[in-house]
Every structure is written in structure tokens, then in C-alpha cells.
């Protein structure tokens, strides 16, 4: 079994740097360098065995979704991932675990060209805490708090798949393996992110849910909102397994999607679409910013429909 | 007991900002400026409990040890700190607990005018990630591979208390609040670290012993190092507490001091007490760099002394 200084070696030897990395794993700390006139975004996220994977999860599952929940933060914000640490706490210093953990961290991490440039490894219950960092020109960083009233709610993909793979999983019956893939490997929607820059008003991922997630939106903007439940973008696959009643609660108040909501005027739907089906995403209007507080949801008869929670809290709740 | 978002409320609303924060806590990231001509210099630690602190240890201790630590790297590339996220696992939503934990972290915050940007809380086993983000001069970041032949080895303050204070903890005998105090309250040299910018050739920050962090100079720089044993700086504790030879293997191979162990040529030795001395700190010369690889130790009697162990690895012993 490999020593902490071995181990670290083991996952420096894998990392791609890059050039404004001045230096990486090996020091104190790393040093970076911001391009002038962009701003930094950071982000730190933490996962808990147990609690945001379900315990067999796989190590390349694990290390995947500990960097891409940290990305779609940062797609959040508008910004391009640059950079990242990672702490990582393990029972035993499992050198072939870590390796499987690196295969999908870093699978991802190449693929938005993120750089991992220091950390720690300690001994302890299994957890890990990715902090992101990622750089935005000045000012056009995509905030909670810049929608505005008549403003069209959008989200991005499809929503309540990894709540559907979920709620099978504590069932213990059939399971698609579909749902439970984007339960497992979530996508940051980095470029959709990018490319609404300048476009959105506001903007949040989902990761706590649809109706808490838009609800930090509508209290940061001071606004309310009306869902059209008939409109929420749903996937074939949950679709086929859990019917509109079964759905709207995994939509609402289920997490993990990793989807983006946000807002823009109606006038720039056009460009939306545009912008997002340049990156091969698709966006849906999902309802409309109104002045009067509250989330109003209505279901396709035009029946008023309440959320059953309020959203994912971590201390109020097990994943 | 409060829910996740009232935790965060609660944080939020004791911290003291920046004008260099855009956004702070409570958007899906924080946007920070770093200022034109400057590095970004980024640092990120774990503390677990029972294993980086006795469980026992008061929550505010383990708040301050927990920023201590990460503000302890970023003064040893003489950095000065500016921001940090925290991720902190609780087993329960306790807000007495956090609220002490704060006490502890704040305020060592506020002295170094570090200013909290963001980070996660979960439910799980007790642990703490910071990562703390600091400035630094372009080009002028104190690195571990500078290091010439010739260069005399330097320490701030006094070394061992902690691994004193730790001993006797494990003793379970008499104990010495002062050493203790000195393993929950590590005060971290960033006062010294940016003193010594543009004039230490290399620099390390003492949290696994001497021994081991001094290596990681001399692996850096790819030199040796003679070090006299009898000019290691011992606190009048210290020595109250052990004699020579209990101490030796406390202060080459015990963790935790978060002194600076640095490298300069013999002509900037006055030039360093003067800079040291404007902020209050001693520091002592204890050797000098070779060529030949390795870490030579001699007694006051002039024998070599063979340091017990290669230092603190988390995953090899428990603190």
C-alpha cells in the first residue's frame, strides 16, 4: 500500500497542465496566473459516501461526479473551467482505487481542459471536496439576481432522470440503466454555460432540485415565477418508467440533474436557441418571472399544483 | 436544528468582506479580482478528526487550525492571503457547533483580513476542507526548488512544541497547556513568509517535521543539507518537558509547528533578522546546503544522528 507522498506522485503523473499553471502539484501550494481583464469564479463542492453517492458507486463514477458538479458551478456563472484541487479522504491508501477514481476525475477533466494543480490526501470516512476555479471576462459572470419580471424560465436537456434512477435505486426494483447513468455522470453544461454569456439575466444549476434551485433565482432576483408543468423537458426514458404524477415530484424537488435554469427575455429566445444548438443542447421554456413572490406551478389541465419539498437539504435528507 | 441553507445563512452572515470580492457566498460561485501584475496562489488542506486533531478538540480550535494550516502554505510561498472556501462535513446540523467552529476560524481570519467566499456543507463524518487563495507579486512566489549549494538552512520561532504537546497527550500523563496551545493554535508565519520575498532562494511550510518537509527542499532542489542539532530553536517548554534526546526525534520527525523552514545565501543572514525582527518573529540558522543528496544530522558533540522516522504520513500513522 502506498504511502500519502506516493500516492500524490501516483496522481501527478497523470495530470496535463497547462500553460498558465505556473506551477502545480509538488509545491505549498500551486501558482496561477488570471489573463488580464477577466475575473476568477471558485467553487468548492463536497461528496459524501452514503450521502450524494449511493456506497457501491464505482470509483470512476465517484471521481466523475466530484468534478463535474464543481463544473456545473462554474457553468453557472458563465465561466471557463481552468483549474482545480482536489481533497480527498479514503479509509486506506488504495492505490488501485485512487487510479480508478483518476480514470473518470480526469477523463472529465481533459475534456474541459481543467487542470489539477494541488490538494491533499488524508485518511478517513471516504469523501472528497473538488474546489473549481475558472475565469469570466469581467462583469459578464451569470448571477442569481440580474432576472427580471416577464423574463422566460428556461432549463437546459432534460430533467428528473437522476432522481427517477434514484428513487429505483431505494426501491430495490427495475432499474434503467440509462436513468442511473445520469445519476452517476452527470454532464456540466460548461458550453451552454459560455454560450450565454451576455444572453441570460440569471442563472443556477439544478442540483437540489428544480423548484429549490429556482427558488434561490427568485429570491436572489426578488420575483416570483409560473411553471408550466406540461412543458418541463422530459427524457423518453423516464417518461417510460414513472408516469406525469410519478414525474412532476422527481422534476420539482429531486436533484442531481446538473441541468442549467436560467432567464432571459422573451426577445432573445431566438438567439437562445441559436447559441445552445451550437453546442448541442437543447433548451426549453419552461414558464415566466412574475412580480408577485412564490412558485406557482400549474399542470397541463391548468390545475394548480403544489411541490411536495422544498428541495434537497443534506442534513434533512439522505441520496 | 437548522437545515443546510439556514447553516449557510448563519456563516454568511458573520463574514467580513473585500472589495475584491465580487460575489461572495451565495451564488453558485464567488467572482474574485486578483489585482493586474499579480499570481493567483492556491493552497487546500484537510483536517479529519482523530486523525489531524484529537476528537476532542474544542470546535474552535479546530476552526482556527483548520485556516491556520492553509494560510501556513500560502506564507511559505510568501503569498499574501486574500480569500478561502470552506467545505465542512458535520455529522449533524449543529449550530452551537458551527457557530463555535466560527469563532475560531473567523478570527484568524479577520487578523489576516482573509475573507470567506464560498464552500459546501454536508452531513457525514466530521471534516473540514479550506482552500484558501492568496496574491503574490508576478514572479516573486517562494518556491522549493531555489535552493543553491551553500545556502544556510533557516527555521522561524521554535520547533517541536506540537509533537511535544502530542506526545504527552498520547502519554496520557502530565501535560503542558502551553504545548498544547501551540498544537491547536498554530500561527501561521505569513507576516515572515512576506518578508522574506526576493530574498530567500526556497521555502517550506514545517507541518510534517522538519525532516520530511526539509526533504521535499532538497528533492525540489536536488541538494543535501548538514544540520546541527544543537542550534535547533527549542522553547524554554520544550525543554522544561524533554531532555536532548526525547526532543531531537520531536523536532526532526513531529508535525505540526507550521514554522517556515528556508534557504538564503550567508550574505543576506542580516538582512533576513532585519525583516524577520519587523514582524516580531525570531529565526535561527541550523545548517547549510551540500551537493551531496540527503539529510545529515550531527549531535552537539559533533556524531552523526539518524532522525527515527521519514515523517508524518497520513496514512501511515494517526495523529
Known sequence: MPGEFALIDRIRARVRSRADVLLGIGDDAAVLRVPAGHDLVVTSDTLVSGVHFPAETSPADIGWKALAVNLSDLAAMAATPAWCTLAITLPDADGDWVDAFLDGFLDLAQQHDVC?????????????????????????????????????????????????????????????????????????????????????????????????????????????????????????????????????????????????????????????????????????????LVTEPGLHCTTPEGEDYVPAAAGFEHFQGVH
Chains 1, 2 share one sequence.
Open 116 to 288: 489539477l494543480v494541488g490538494g491533499d490526501t488524508t485518511r478517513g470516512p471516504l469523501s472528497i471536496t473538488v474546489t473549481a476555479h475558472g475565469i469570466v471576462p469581467e462583469g459578464l459572470a451569470l448571477r442569481r439576481d440580474g432576472a427580471h419580471a416577464g423574463d422566460e424560465v428556461w432549463v437546459t436537456g432534460s430533467i428528473g432522470d437522476a432522481a427517477g434512477a434514484l428513487a429505483q435505486w431505494r426501491a430495490r426494483g427495475p432499474s434503467s440503466a440509462k436513468l442511473r447513468y445520469r445519476l452517476d455522470r452527470p454532464t456540466p453544461r460548461v458550453a451552454a454555460g459560455l454560450a450565454l454569456r451576455g444572453i441570460a439575466t440569471a442563472g443556477i444549476d439544478l442540483s437540489d432540485g428544480l423548484a429549490a434551485d429556482l427558488g434561490h433565482v427568485l429570491a436572489a432576483s426578488g420575483l416570483g415565477a409560473r411553471i408550466d408543468l406540461g412543458r418541463l423537458p422530459t427524457s423518453r426514458t423516464l417518461a417510460d418508467h414513472f408516469d406525469e404524477a410519478q414525474r412532476w415530484p422527481l422534476q420539482l424537488s429531486g436533484g442531481d440533474d446538473y441541468e442549467l435554469c436560467f432567464t432571459a427575455p422573451a426577445s432573445a429566445a431566438f438567439g437562445i436557441e441559436k447559441a445552445l444548438a451550437s453546442c448541442g443542447v437543447t433548451g426549453t421554456v419552461i414558464g415566466q
